[in-house]
């Protein structure tokens, strides 16, 4: 069972180039989350998705893009990379609404764009 | 607006000490609740979440934590910390489809 597995780890951008995290889990969850993280600023919700075909924005989702096509994956996308998105992106699922029975983290992606 | 606050960015405890860390949430009404630890270079883990009943509720690794509805507080206890405690703790709060996360205490333990 891998639970939350997020590809690349690391990645280097440059300023304007486009890429999409990728996240996936094998437990069935219907709830899927981005956040990003920035040292002392805790996680902030960036969209997250309560079922495929449904997506909703957060709290920061400006610059970013996703879709959920199956109950799988839910990727996203940077399009246009500024260095204000340097951070590290979590991707976390949960079979019951809004995290009830706890949230499964992927091990996060460390975004640096210059 | 709803939020989540953790006001102790460092604690610094000796191992073998007991340890609180606070937190505090502003919602129109009671909110789930949860405390996660994230070790260096990992996502995080749930330690333990408060939705009703007992307002002390017990975690994995010997935590626990106690909600009191008249302080809106969820303050993470411990009663004798090891060195293997040393991570950084997030309060979390959930109301509708998504939590809310605390910015996040670093705990640092003495030998």
């Known amino acids: 069972n891998a639970g939350v597995t997020q590809t690349p780890k690391f990645r280097i951008l440059k300023i304007g180039q486009s890429m999409t995290l990728q996240c996936t889990q094998d437990?069935?969850?219907?709830?899927m989350y981005w956040y990003r993280q920035d040292p002392g600023m805790g996680l902030k919700l960036i969209y997250y998705?309560?079922?495929?075909?449904?997506?909703d924005k957060g709290e920061v989702p400006n610059g970013y893009n996703v879709s959920r096509s199956t109950t799988e994956d839910f990727p996203l996308r940077l399009e246009l990379a500024a260095p204000s998105q340097t951070s590290v992106y979590f991707c976390?699922?949960?079979?019951?609404?809004?995290?009830?029975?706890?949230?499964?983290f992927g091990s996060g992606t460390r975004l640096t764009v210059v | 607006a709803q939020s989540v606050t953790q006001p102790d960015i460092h604690i610094t405890v000796s191992e073998g000490a007991s340890l609180e860390l606070r937190c505090n949430y502003s919602?129109?009404?009671?909110?789930?609740l949860f405390w996660y630890v994230q070790s260096p270079g990992q996502g995080l883990q749930l330690l333990l979440k408060?939705?009703?009943?007992?307002?002390l509720v017990q975690g994995i690794k010997g935590f626990e934590a106690e909600f009191k509805r008249s302080q809106s507080s969820f303050n993470l206890r411990k009663p004798s910390v090891h060195w293997s405690d040393a991570a950084e703790y997030f309060c979390?709060?959930?109301?509708?489809?998504?939590?809310?996360f605390g910015k996040g205490t670093r705990l640092h333990i003495l030998p």
């Open positions: 976390a699922s949960s079979y019951g609404t809004g995290g009830l029975d706890g949230y499964t």
């Open positions: 437990m069935n969850h219907n709830y």
């Open positions: 998705s309560v079922g495929a075909g449904i997506t």
């Open positions: 919602y129109g009404a009671t909110p789930y």
């Open positions: 408060y939705f009703s009943g007992d307002t």
């Open positions: 979390a709060a959930n109301r509708d489809d998504k939590i809310i």
